[in-house]
């Protein structure tokens, strides 16, 4: 049987735009949600929350929902008291972690804060009970609303076991800026903000929780980025050995970030399901999603730029305010952080000083959201630069330009000791230049404003970190894992330690795997999000699906193949040496025979004919731990028309030229800078959470809250260099950010530009249109 | 977002709906929805019981008689759009639909629903003033027809009774020679216009015959800028005419200030979207 | 949200201060009001229903009627919580005759919400308030107009 022969599959996938195989399941409704999932005798749980941001909890009478039929259980803060608290990582020392119960008990901190919990035979009942119990509030009038009031000596201590408001500080420096600011021919200053941000995914959050008495084991099906991590911080909360625990992350519909946390609900209702030795279902409805689920952002940003007058930039001065929210959630601290480390963006200069100051508020928690402090970051940076030019009187793509590192200087080491892996920054900008025709459109400008039109163009030349990242740089590890098991009949199963959660990892997987083995796509399944199924992995955010986690896919399937180039020099006759390996099919130089890949496959099961003290089985573990981030790039241009009447912008072109390595599969990064360049115009256009300054949530639907619909969206016109990553060897960087960070502040800077001829030198996002004609009022006054 | 339960009840005829109204006190009527249901899951309103008007054939309908066209209160904004005759006979109706929030909303709602919301930043009333459309509604004691104006009495309030239906609203067919418009500056969230205005401009040898202007979302209520038509008949039908009269869009009227929109802007807002809306109709009229 | 305006009543000024003092008729005038019982001095218990449209809330609260300085002003202050979430509302109001028999009652305050009214019903605040004032002056002009007839 050593003899048969398969046709080579001469076919390869990798650098294909091949349709996602997940989305078949998606559209058609046939996939499992959290909410799909049903359970015998299952109950449901609802969440009473307070409606005050700041106040006193004197007492809470839950007899009126016991009374009601089909009511199981109510419970208050001080009824899962033995529930550990909900975790943060951060490690920085003056961090200050309040104890953040499950449930209130005392106090509530923001609007949206969880109080009781009901359990109900169904979820109308659940919702129903919900209105029978009374919380009896004590309201406090000063709420801590705006992060720079609280600040202030008199502000009310949100904490008062704390003396101030300050969640912590970060302090990080180079160069020397004082003497870059004293010799600087220019110095401006800016004060940028980055509002709160709903992440707003389709699924909302939610839970199933079921225990099975009889083997104490916990299952927990969460809408989750991160099954294997939550699994851990819940066997620690709930005071479960872990191996009897299982976090199952069925079908996630979106993230964006907001799922890579561990979220008090998850534990409430593990919790739960313990106590009533019964099934337990929450789902989040849309308004606690708004109201609640950590918003993004949440910046105020004071920074001074020092230049030469030849447009050399020299030294930067950002003071940060994060506003953290009345808790921190599990990276809370650390992604302001991510700001200070990019805020040199693209640019050589190496004098800087950072100070940031993480603030509670009576608002709700902040944490990641898609860029998760590098889009600040990068607003920040893009933004003053352009201010520099304005005022040197340059041209905002010159300055760039100039401060570019060239091709040859990587790895870069940037102003705060980053290493900038590969790239050549001119070579996007100037594509993206040459194809906006930037010279043709300065005349047409000129004409443009001689009728006194406002037309304008913005530029976003940004860096990216991502690829999250070597273990030293993140709270609970960096690495990811694979583990490649051929079955006998040659079929495939790639288990990852990420959780794509529609990325399209089992797509992307796939082709990798495919092209590795010399077998269809089909022959491929990929595995992930079950903790009992996959070997411990760390999740996807942060950019790093593929180039870690595909990284480590990529080291299992060379394994694999290694094992299966001995076995088939075995079955051939000839040293595993001389056994090449293509198409599907192994070969040898030394031998005529030839077999499949679905022989050695099957004679690996069968065991017939295996060299002598040979595992039956196929199969590879494989973990990858990166040395470095990764740094796609890319530049972004907009090109905007502001009504003069009306206030209203209108995007009249947009180039996005990205380089984010070695691309995998091109529909699918096309798709993520499409999703990516949504995520950065709602904020720049339309998007923000606003509360008033008692701490309400004042746009907390659909009807208020605006994110980007398709009709919102500008043609992107998308052009890609390829500069491959030097840390992994798929040579892939990441892309699920980049269009977030690299669009907001092209649409930010067009708009700026546009309204010059005013003497406008700054906008604050969203540029609604009440905003853009406010400015125009303004600025026509004086 | 689960409504507090209620009975409901989907009559096959606009008598037997009538009937539910009258022996149901707190009850409520559903047409389209696409007010009434997020109020329901948001539990700011919790009627008793529900009567569905979708299952009454006799409400859906667009038809012509005597220079008028009748369209049935169930009839939805999508069938409002793509009907040939209002494209044909009343243009400026089916426009207007057209710019109704998004196709599912537009599916799903109802002119009548609609109308008998009074969302102060609907759609429809705009165009309606400036229609001069008439509301015919049944009740226990009959049927009765209100001028929009009257019918429209203030934010989410109108003159229909608990236990009366609007059955049909009534718009003119559009004489030779009118150009009509509607223009808005929509809410990105909702897609309820900030501001809308709807306008009518007869031209004959270059002076403006004919002048019907509604505005909305403007002020609490929908209404009719009679000053705005004043400064127009009789004129030239020429840009500064129309500039000076578009400035008197929010005259009289107490805008309103939301997050949106403060009221300096929205009252500007209002004479820049009619002044285009009268440029645009006077631009058809000729 | 701020609110401020005037109104004017065919009453004069001691009459119109009194009657805006005077539980009976506030619990005739405040919008929705259902009940109002005396709880201290100037001070009172209150049910409300408030109903605008389809949007029907229960609230149950205080009023109390503060800074007193006959017969020219004083703070209404108004609280209530429901399920639907919260309303505080404060104003001063300031009496001044136009005529002997005319009195224009300045009122300017701030009405503040919470809870899911203030996320879901930001669009129609400014409308809802001013259409609840305006029951308010209504409503008690019509009490003044009975009350003098008798």
Redesign the interface.
């Known amino acids: 049987m050593a003899t048969t022969t398969t046709k080579p599959q001469a076919k390869t996938y990798v650098g294909q735009r091949i349709r996602r195989q997940e989305d078949p399941r998606l559209i058609t409704g046939t996939a499992t949600y959290v909410d799909d999932i049903q359970r015998p005798g299952m109950l449901y749980a609802a969440v009473l929350r307070s409606p005050y941001a700041a106040a006193n909890i004197k007492s809470i009478s839950t007899a009126g929902a016991m009374e009601m039929p089909g009511v199981k259980a109510v419970y208050t803060g001080k009824d899962v008291s033995s529930v550990g608290p909900v975790p943060c990582a951060g490690s920085m020392p003056t961090l200050r972690v309040p104890h953040h119960t499950i449930l209130a008990t005392d106090r509530v901190y923001y609007v949206g804060h969880p109080v009781v919990a009901v359990v109900a035979s169904d979820r109308y009942v659940a919702q129903d009970a919900l209105e029978s119990i009374e919380v009896d509030y004590d309201p406090l009038d000063d709420v801590v609303a705006d992060p720079e009031k609280a600040l202030e000596k008199d502000s009310r201590k949100v904490h008062p076991e704390y003396d101030d408001n300050v969640a912590f500080t970060f302090h990080l420096d180079g160069g020397d800026v004082e003497k870059a600011f004293a010799e600087a021919d220019t110095v401006v200053k800016l004060r940028v903000a980055a509002p709160r941000l709903a992440p707003s995914p389709i699924e909302t959050r939610g839970v199933v929780a079921e225990y099975d008495e009889g083997a104490k084991e916990l299952t927990i099906y969460s809408s989750t980025q991160i099954p294997h991590l939550l699994r851990t911080q819940l066997a620690l909360q709930l005071n479960l050995p872990e191996h009897h625990l299982r976090v199952i992350a069925p079908e996630v519909g979106g993230g964006f970030g907001s799922k890579c946390n561990v979220w008090a609900e998850e534990a409430l209702a593990g919790y739960i399901a313990i106590q009533l030795k019964q099934p337990i279902k929450w789902i989040e409805n849309r308004r606690e999603s708004i109201l609640v689920v950590a918003h993004g952002r949440g910046h105020l940003d004071d920074v001074e730029l020092a230049a030469k007058k030849d447009g050399t930039l020299t030294g930067l001065k950002l003071r940060i305010l994060q506003d953290i929210g009345g808790h921190h959630q599990l990276l809370t601290p650390i992604i302001p952080t991510l700001s200070v480390l990019m805020l040199p963006g693209l640019y050589k200069f190496k004098s800087f000083t950072a100070d940031l100051i993480g603030v509670f508020t009576n608002l709700a928690p902040t944490d990641l959201y898609r860029g998760a402090g590098r889009p600040e970051a990068t607003y920040v940076i893009e933004r003053i630069v352009d201010r520099m030019a304005d005022e040197l009187g340059m041209d905002p793509a010159e300055i760039r330009l100039k401060n570019f590192p060239g091709p040859d200087e990587f790895p870069f080491e940037t102003a705060t000791g980053l290493s900038y892996d590969s790239g050549d920054y001119a070579k996007a900008f100037n594509i993206a230049l040459e194809k906006v025709g930037y010279q043709d459109f300065l005349k047409k400008q000129q004409e443009a404003r001689k009728q006194g039109r406002l037309l304008g163009i913005g530029f976003c030349t940004y860096g990216e970190l991502c690829a999250f990242g070597p273990s030293p740089a993140l709270p609970a590890g960096g690495w990811e894992s694979a583990t490649v098991t051929v079955e006998a009949t040659g079929k495939v199963a790639v288990m990852t330690g990420t959780s794509p959660h529609g990325q399209g990892a089992e797509t992307t997987f796939s082709q990798i795997a495919a092209d590795a083995l010399g077998i269809p796509m089909d022959d491929i399944v990929v595995v992930h999000g079950d903790t009992a199924k996959v070997q411990h992995g760390i999740g996807t955010f942060g950019s790093r699906n593929t180039a870690i986690g595909g990284t480590a896919v990529h080291l299992a399937l060379q394994e694999v193949v290694g094992k299966a180039k001995t076995y088939a020099g075995h079955m051939m006759e000839v040293d595993a040496a001389d056994v090449a390996f293509e198409g599907g099919v192994f070969s040898s130089a030394k031998t005529d025979k030839t077999v499949s890949f679905q022989d050695v496959a099957l004679e690996a099961h069968l065991c017939k004919n295996l060299p002598p003290d040979t595992e039956p089985g196929l199969s590879a573990t494989r973990f990858f731990e990166p040395a470095n981030f990764a740094f796609p790039f890319g530049a972004h241009i907009a090109v905007v028309e502001v009504d003069r009447e009306t206030g209203e912008i209108q995007i009249l072109r947009y180039l996005a030229v990205d380089d984010c390595g070695k691309v995998i599969n091109p529909l699918m990064v096309d798709g993520q800078i499409h999703g990516g360049v949504a995520q950065g115009l709602g904020p720049a256009l339309m998007e923000g959470v606003i509360y008033d300054e008692d701490g309400q949530l004042l746009n907390g639907t659909f009807m208020d809250y605006p994110i980007p619909k398709a009709q919102h969206m500008p043609w992107i016109e998308s052009e890609r260099t390829e500069t491959p990553a030097p840390g992994n060897p798929l040579g892939v960087k990441g892309v699920g950010e980049a269009g977030t960070i690299g669009s907001l502040p092209a649409f930010v800077n067009g708009v700026v530009d546009a309204l010059s001829p005013l003497g406008v030198q700054h906008i604050d996002i969203p540029m609604t249109p009440q905003k853009v004609w406010n400015l125009i009022q303004e600025r026509s006054q004086s | 977002m689960i409504p507090a339960s209620f009975d409901y009840s989907a009559p096959e005829t606009l008598s037997e709906a009538l009937k539910l109204l009258s022996e149901n006190p707190d009850s409520k009527v559903l047409a389209g929805g696409q007010s009434l249901i997020p109020l329901l899951k948001f539990r700011l309103a919790a009627p008793a019981h529900l009567v569905d008007l979708g299952g009454v054939p006799d409400l859906h309908f667009i038809a012509e008689s005597d220079g008028m066209i009748r369209i049935g209160a169930m009839t939805t904004h999508h069938q409002i759009e793509e009907s040939d005759l209002l494209a044909e006979k009343c243009p400026l109706l089916a426009q207007t639909a057209a710019s109704i929030g998004d196709v599912q909303v537009r599916n799903c709602g109802t002119i009548g629903g609609s109308v008998a919301h009074a969302d102060p930043a609907a759609d429809y009333p705009a165009a309606l003033q400036a229609l001069e459309a008439k509301v015919k509604i049944a009740g226990p004691g009959g049927e009765r027809e209100l001028g929009i104006d009257e019918f429209i009495v203030d934010a989410l309030t109108t003159a229909l009774e608990a236990s009366e239906v609007v059955t049909e609203i009534q718009v003119p067919v559009e004489a030779d020679g009118v150009g009509v418009s509607y223009r808005t500056i929509i809410q990105p969230a909702s897609g309820f216009p900030i501001v809308g205005a709807a306008a009518r401009i007869g031209v004959s040898d270059g002076k403006i015959s004919f002048a019907r202007v509604g505005m909305t979302g403007v002020a609490a209520k929908s209404y009719r800028a009679t000053a705005v038509e004043a400064a127009l008949e009789g004129k030239a039908a020429d840009a500064e005419t129309l500039a000076v009269a578009s400035r008197l869009a929010a005259e009289g009227v107490e805008a309103l200030s939301d997050l949106n929109a403060s009221s300096e802007y929205r009252s500007h807002l209002a004479s820049v979207q009619l002044r285009r809306a009268l440029e645009e109709a006077a631009e058809r009229a000729r | 949200m701020k609110v401020k305006g005037q109104y004017s009543v065919d009453v004069p000024q001691q009459q119109v201060y009194e009657a805006l003092l005077d539980p009976e008729i506030l619990a005739r005038t405040l919008p929705g009001c259902e009940s109002l019982e005396p709880i201290a001095d100037n001070q009172y218990r209150m049910k409300m229903k408030l109903a ?6 229960l609230f149950e609260g205080k009023v109390s009627l503060e800074d007193q300085r006959p017969p020219e002003s004083y703070r209404l202050r108004v609280g209530g ?1 429901g ?4 309303i505080k509302g404060n104003g001063r109001l300031t009496l001044r005759p136009s005529d002997p028999s005319t009195t224009v009652i300045e009122y300017e305050g701030e009405v ?17 308030a ?2 609840m004032i305006k029951r308010f002056f209504t409503s008690l002009s019509r009490v003044l107009a009975e009350n003098s007839e008798n």
């Open positions: 605008v449209a389809g949007v029907q809330g919580q399920k639907i979430g919260f503040k919400i919470g809870g899911i009214i203030a996320g879901v019903g930001q669009r129609l605040m400014d409308m809802t001013k259409m």
